[in-house]
């Protein structure tokens, strides 16, 4: 889940959670928004996280050196 997906969830949960009248007695409304909210939270920090990991990566530079081999004879 990207942090785009989060921010998505976020906003949908505290819609469902403030904004939408629970007309229904099946589904809590609320409930469903603040599980939206805690998801998107989760998946803000899961996805900052991978990409701190994804950005610390080392590399190795290997330079060979030829310089105690003689040059090829001439033809």
């Known amino acids: 889940m990207g942090i785009g ?9 505290l819609i469902l959670a403030l904004a939408v009248p ?3 007695d099946v589904v809590d409304l609320g409930m469903i928004g603040w599980i939206c909210v805690g998801v998107g939270v989760l998946g803000i920090i899961i ?3 991978m990409n701190a990991q ?3 990566t080392s590399h190795r530079e290997v330079v060979e050196r030829y310089d105690d081999r003689t040059p090829p004879p001439a033809v």
Not at 5 to 13: E, K, S, Y
């Open 54 to 56: 994804r950005s610390n």
């Open 47 to 49: 996805g900052l996280i």
């Open 22 to 24: 629970e007309a229904t």
């Open 5 to 13: 997906i989060g921010i998505f969830l976020i906003a949908v949960g």
